[in-house]
């Protein structure tokens, strides 16, 4: 099942269009036919099993992986152009006895001043403003490694968000956070993307926060299987074949 790419709904709205994307490593074909069609202030839900080419579809958007097809953004009035995209990878480890900082970690990414300087007071007040965007400003003197789950979690996104993007893509931000942090984690990608209007794209395997925030679920094995609304994807066939569960839950 695909997406209707050429609706009439994007004429007055900013998109990101995926056009017949297919994906090939030597000879084995790891996408094909993909079609997806996200707007500005959407969030979206990228499902499927393990193998079912998640991963491989977001290094195609970010340019990490060749592709046919199409991957074009769009504003009104615009002709397409190449968007600025926020990445936050899957959790990455950090070593709890490393003395990195929050702050440093900001000033590698941010700044040519060696980190092992110090931040001067203007990159400081530069990174309290950036961690502010997702309510973070007490973390920025913790020590990364020591950081939980959540708390990774906003700060890879406060850096994701500097500059702010067009369009923001999560690989598996729920794993790793527990259920509180998850519901927290939710809510600011729903406030983020209402602040700034811009399109969200995850992948997850935890699929009960998908009925209260995402506008779009779809469901990929090699290619888009289904995509809709949340209740109508975890209830379909094409997800209870997929993961041998209905509705979401075992």
Do not use: W
């Not at 297919?22 to 990228?46: F, K, M, T, W, Y």
């Not at 092992?116 to 309290?128: E, H, N, T, Y």
């Not at 003197?141 to 369009?167: C, H, Y």
């Not at 995402?214 to 209870?240: C, M, Y």
């Amino acid at each position: 099942m695909k997406l209707d790419i050429h609706g009439g709904s994007c004429g007055h709205s900013c998109c990101l269009r995926v056009e017949n994307l297919s994906v090939r490593i030597g000879a084995d074909p790891i996408l094909r036919d993909v079609n997806l069609h996200v707007h500005c202030g959407e969030l979206v839900a990228l499902i499927g099993p393990n193998g079912a080419g998640k991963s491989t579809f977001l290094k195609a958007v970010l340019g990490q992986r060749e592709y046919e097809g199409v991957i074009a953004f769009s504003e009104p009035g615009q002709r397409s152009k190449k968007p600025r995209i926020g990445y936050v990878p899957q959790s990455p480890a950090f070593d709890p006895s490393d003395p990195v900082s929050v702050a440093d970690l900001f000033a590698c990414c941010m700044s040519k001043r060696p980190a092992f300087l110090g931040l001067g007071k203007a990159m400081r007040q530069k990174v309290l403003e950036c961690l502010e965007r997702v309510h973070g400003e007490d973390l920025i003197d913790k020590r990364v490694g020591t950081l939980s789950g959540g708390e990774l979690q906003r700060v890879l996104l406060a850096l994701a968000l500097e500059p702010m993007p067009n369009i923001l893509i999560l690989d598996e931000p729920l794993s790793g956070v527990d259920v509180e942090g998850m519901e927290t984690l939710m809510d600011m990608l729903d406030e983020i993307r209402k602040t700034y209007d811009l399109s969200i794209l995850m992948t997850t395997h935890d699929f009960s926060m998908l009925p209260r925030y995402a506008d779009q679920v779809v469901l990929i094995d090699r290619t888009v299987l289904i995509q809709g609304k949340p209740e109508a994807v975890l209830n379909s066939a094409e997800f209870s074949r997929a993961f041998h569960m209905k509705g979401g839950s075992l």
